[in-house]
């Protein structure tokens, strides 16, 4: 499974912008279809006053559109720009290239890298959010508002943990979009993104939430410590850092990625996970994430029976610790490869997702409790939760 991240780089080729036109011509008959369901009085959609995500018949036909009035003005284009450097090869060092003028003493080729995204004003004073991967390592940021103005943009924080980045932007009075909890957010509900893919500026699609909860290893981006919210809103490369919003114009996400060679999956990080790790890159410019230092898979009889003969396993559930990282906080606390995990503060543990996901909810420096089995002998381990090396993220 190969994950694609929504920024959109320059140069392409011209069967991809076909290929990619097709599917744009498609969907927009599909919306288009959809909307005048909606004006017929057809399609059901969430209504206005039930937070909880009951259908009913749409009283106004025209959310979408109102929706795109009071937060549209707020997103923006990011246009980022890089210079990488590339190794020239050895062959080029012969002599034989020589009377072709080639400078053999520089052995490398510097390049410039342009891509674009999408970002989302959410402070009048110029903070913007969008996705690390759209300005990190960026010679230049240029953001583009809706109504034409360009700003230079200053990176704040990029944190690649979480995909998630601040841009500032020297500007005052701006239009902001409104913020929901992403917490309450429900599969069934509707989903709208805007933003700028395939350099197509203030673009809008309409789905619902597929799922929520999507666990890293789900989505296919193991290395990444975000519960998605899946999507069938289409999302293609530059609406990275865009915002996904509700039916009641707030937004609930910020979209990243797609599965690539698929059609109805699109992946956003819940915008409480977006505003929390913006508030601390804004105040310190980096993010602490929480760490144990192992890796993990969940016990079932076929893990069991492939396991190699060193490791006496015992158990039929919980979860296997493979490895163990040299001076994490898991080897300080006398973790070893083989242990099963069993329960975490008097939980029962089944999944590498639970264990994950009570690490990413706790506090540095808080200790977790939990019970192992090592060779058939139960055990209790207390780790304190440690910092995520910067390079390991």
Do not use: C
């Amino acid at each position: 499974m190969k994950i694609e991240y929504l920024q959109w780089q320059k140069p392409v080729l011209y069967s991809a912008i076909f290929l990619m036109g097709a599917s744009v011509a498609i969907g927009g008959k599909q919306l288009f279809t959809q909307n005048k369901a909606i004006a017929q009085g057809i399609a059901p959609v969430i209504a206005e006053n039930n937070p909880f995500g009951k259908l009913a018949i749409a009283s106004d036909p025209n959310f979408i559109t109102e929706t795109v009035k009071k937060d549209g003005g707020a997103v923006v284009r990011i246009d980022s720009s890089r210079t990488i450097v590339r190794e020239i090869p050895d062959i080029f060092n012969d002599p034989f290239f020589n009377q072709f003028s080639y400078d053999s003493s520089s052995q490398q080729r510097k390049e410039v890298v342009q891509g674009t995204g999408s970002g989302f004003i959410f402070n009048a004073n110029g903070e913007i959010l969008t996705n690390a991967h759209v300005v990190s390592g960026a010679d230049k940021v240029t953001v583009t508002l809706r109504d034409g103005r360009s700003f230079n943009g200053k990176v704040l924080g990029a944190d690649k943990v979480t995909d998630v980045a601040v841009v500032k932007i020297d500007a005052s009075d701006l239009p902001v979009v409104r913020l929901g909890d992403s917490d309450r957010l429900q599969s069934g509900e509707w989903a709208i993104a805007i933003g700028n893919p395939l350099v197509l500026d203030n673009t809008v699609t309409v789905g619902i939430v597929s799922a929520t909860g999507r666990s890293s290893s789900q989505v296919g981006i193991p290395d990444q410590q975000v519960r998605f919210i899946q999507t069938d809103a289409a999302i293609n490369p530059g609406n990275s850092g865009g915002p996904l919003l509700n039916q009641r114009g707030e937004v609930i996400g910020m979209n990243t990625a797609i599965i690539q060679g698929t059609q109805g999956l699109g992946f956003a990080i819940p915008i409480n996970k977006a505003k929390s790790i913006a508030q601390q890159l804004i105040s310190q410019g980096k993010v602490d994430h929480p760490y144990l230092g192992v890796q993990m898979v969940g016990l079932t009889a076929d893990v069991k029976q492939k396991l190699p003969a060193r490791l006496k396993v015992n158990s039929d559930r919980g979860v296997l610790i493979v490895a163990v990282q040299n001076n994490s906080p898991a080897a300080n606390a006398g973790l070893k490869a083989g242990d099963v995990v069993t329960k975490l503060n008097d939980k029962e543990v089944t999944k590498p997702e639970n264990l994950q996901q009570a690490v990413q909810d706790s506090a540095v420096g808080s200790n977790l409790q939990l019970e192992v089995n090592r060779g058939g002998q139960p055990m209790r381990v207390t780790v304190q939760v440690g910092t995520l090396p910067s390079q390991v993220g």
